[in-house]
């Protein structure tokens, strides 16, 4: 009988989906799950986007330029440009969403069998990029004690090899909501610039910094036109996960044009879509300051709640809206399909993420999570209320909470 290829069978299960079967049988059950799992605002889409769709006078709905049309990447660098990041509109290469963004990416800066270094935690789809583009993960761990902080460079120097072509981060960090410095950044830049490799930076939260934080744009370091590849997305910036619509930027020509190629593969991005990212693109800077007030707003609520939980630790996010936390129990997955099959507070419960899905190193992660504040603030204080009493009543919870309350001693 004919198998799947080998990339196929090693393609990992979403660390944000595996527990959908066991979510929506505890919904066909009658209960409400509350999905603190995977990165799915609540937040209203600006309706002139929607308006922008609902408007278009397309006697034919064609093809766009591969790259994208060109008024899109006109307002694109427009804005851009506002967010103090130097670009035209040639640099950009607009592309269906940030995952193909971080494919042609992939695809594009490395070769089969060649080596990209990423700091863990991670966003877990980037493993899936890599085996579908036939690239080697060499990870460098971070820890929940130093809140996530980027590893000493020396760690990163420590595991570069001739295959290694790439080194690739999210800012601010998915799944961590680390906001990387400007010095932790320099520090990357001047490690690919001495071993010859690209900086991938991935930009989908740029806007979503709290406590006067700000994340410094990889494109904006000075020297890194050769090295820094951009990979942005509009789906968490304006709410708009459905719009499919994302953008690769570089000043690297020779890299830009290879990732065009790839997307004349495809023929074009959506072009509806385009349309409502067009007129994303000129809302003004002030948009985003009640949606970033909100989401700070559910960071301090979550954080609070559960550095409240006996043996729970976590560090305080600067930015995104994901936490993870390391909590008194057994196993993070078999918890979480505990709380789906087994828990029930008032007929509720909740959906989280385990963070061993987040790591590439084996063992690491097993009693963390990842929790997505991304529901509105009601909701989230119910979500929070079914977990801290699922920890009260978890069977699996108490071989783990002495090293656990050891743990928040140190992080608290």
């Not at 079967?21 to 505890?26: I, L, R, T």
């Not at 059950?29 to 408007?55: C, K």
């Not at 036939?134 to 130093?146: E, K, L, N, P, S």
Request: hydrophobic share 45%; glycine share 6%; aromatic share 8%.
């Amino acid at each position: 009988m004919p198998q799947p290829s080998l990339r196929g069978r090693q393609m990992p299960v979403s660390p944000f989906r595996k527990l959908a079967p066991h979510a929506e049988a505890a919904k066909a059950a009658g209960r409400i799950v509350y999905p603190l799992n995977i990165g799915q605002p609540d937040v209203p889409t600006p309706p002139e986007m929607l308006a922008a769709i609902r408007s278009a006078d397309l006697p034919v709905l064609g093809y766009s330029p591969a790259a994208g049309t060109d008024s899109y990447r006109h307002k694109l660098a427009t804005y851009y440009q506002r967010s103090g990041i130097a670009v035209d509109f040639e640099h950009i290469l607009v592309t269906t969403a940030g995952s193909e963004a971080i494919l042609f990416a992939l695809l594009t800066c490395l070769n089969p069998g060649d080596e990209v270094v990423l700091a863990e935690p991670y966003y877990g789809t980037y493993a899936a990029f890599a085996i579908a583009a036939g690239v080697t993960i060499v990870a460098v761990t971070a820890h929940i004690a130093d809140g996530f902080a980027l590893p000493p460079l020396a760690d990163f120097e420590a595991v570069i090899t001739p295959r290694t072509r790439a080194i690739l981060l999210c800012n601010p960090s998915n799944p961590t909501g680390h906001v990387y410095s400007p010095a932790e950044l320099t520090g990357l830049l001047g490690l690919c610039q001495r071993h010859d490799l690209y900086l991938l930076s991935d930009e989908a939260y740029r806007e979503y910094c709290y406590d006067g934080a700000t994340a410094a744009s990889a494109l904006s370091l000075p020297g890194g036109e050769q090295h820094v590849v951009v990979l942005d997305t509009i789906s968490k910036r304006y709410s708009a996960c459905g719009a499919r619509i994302g953008a690769l930027v570089t000043r690297n020509a020779a890299v830009w044009t290879a990732a065009f190629r790839f997307g004349q593969m495809r023929i074009c991005p959506p072009v509806l879509e385009m349309l409502a990212a067009e007129a994303a693109a000129d809302l003004p800077a002030s948009y985003f300051d009640a949606t970033r007030a909100e989401y700070q707003a559910r960071r301090n609520l979550t954080v609070a709640r559960l550095r409240a939980m006996p043996g729970v630790t976590c560090p305080v996010p600067g930015g995104a809206f994901y936490v993870i936390a390391q909590l008194p129990i057994d196993d993070a997955e078999t918890f979480g399909k505990w709380l789906l099959s087994d828990f029930s507070l008032d007929n509720q419960t909740l959906m989280l993420s385990p963070a061993n899905g987040f790591y590439h190193t084996p063992g690491l992660g097993r009693q963390q999570v990842r929790l997505a504040y991304v529901i509105n603030q009601t909701d989230l204080a119910a979500a929070l209320d079914c977990l801290a009493e699922a920890l009260r009543v978890y069977p699996g919870r108490t071989a783990f909470a002495a090293a656990a309350a050891q743990l928040e001693e140190v992080i608290n």
